[in-house]
């Protein structure tokens, strides 16, 4: 394991081939401002860049993942600062650009953005005291860090405008009933479960993790056909990877693939 910058809004860590980001704000349950986004934002490029590394983890406290964006911070911004700034998507959205897995590993609260940060990770790993809501209504505000648009997609819109306009929070249970979470697990094995799934995803081939996440994210955001196309050309794809005929070739011979991730 290797560490750095131990005094930050973040922590980091590797593991193996798996980077892993420990949001650090526990006096104010990890709630999510600028300097907390931009250090995320950065962990996450250099993670991404990093050749050694094949997944990415992001967790919190055994309290909080994040209990949300920070209120005290935005409690006095007008219009003009928020719009000129890019706020959310200045730093926020840097998770889009990610093209190798994240996982979220989620204990406590994940309120407000916290919840829709953890919307933002391809798999969300629940301790079974996590919680889920989006509660901005009730500071008249509206989930505005992608949480009116992945909610619905990840749990239908019945559920996704209950949440939305009651601020109705769900148990670990429910959210992993709904669909919000792809596993519950007891907290007590959150830390080791989460990093056992991603160091098991980081041990496949890089590009075809990256082409299946791709490809299933490509499923929200076009045509079942043109989705399809997608996958078809992404699988053709697969057939001038070194790995590809590697992990085939492993499997007949009955032996464990070699990827060199190429
Ligand atoms: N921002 C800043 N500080 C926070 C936040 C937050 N979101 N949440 C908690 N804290 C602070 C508290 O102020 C408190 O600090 P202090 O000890 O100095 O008073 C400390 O964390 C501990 O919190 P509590 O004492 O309240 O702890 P409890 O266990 O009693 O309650 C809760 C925990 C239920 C999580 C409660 O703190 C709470 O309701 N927090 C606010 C949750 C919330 O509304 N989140 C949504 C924020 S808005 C948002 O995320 C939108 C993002 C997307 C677009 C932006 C549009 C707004």
Known sequence: MSESNASSTILTETHGRVGLIRLNRPAQLNALNDELMDALGAALLSFDA???????????????????????????????????????????????????PVIAAVAGFAMGGGCELALACDIILAGDSAKFALPEIKLAMLPGAGGTQRLPRAVGKAKAMDMCLSARMLSAQEADRYGLVSRVVPDTEL??????????????????????????????????SEGILFERRALHARFASDDAHEGMHAFLDKRKPVFQHR
């Open 50 to 100: 990093n050749a050694e590394i094949g997944a990415i983890l992001i967790t919190g406290s055994d309290k909080a993942f994040a209990a949300g964006a920070d209120i005290p911070v935005m409690a006095d911004w007008s219009y003009m600062d928020v719009f000129q700034s890019g706020f959310i998507t200045r730093n926020w959205e840097i998770i889009r650009q990610v093209r190798k």
């Open 191 to 224: 830390q080791a479960t989460a990093l056992k799934l991603a160091t098991q995803i980081a041990g496949y081939s890089l590009p075809a993790l990256m082409a299946i996440k791709e490809s299933v994210n490509r499923a929200h955001e076009s045509s079942l």
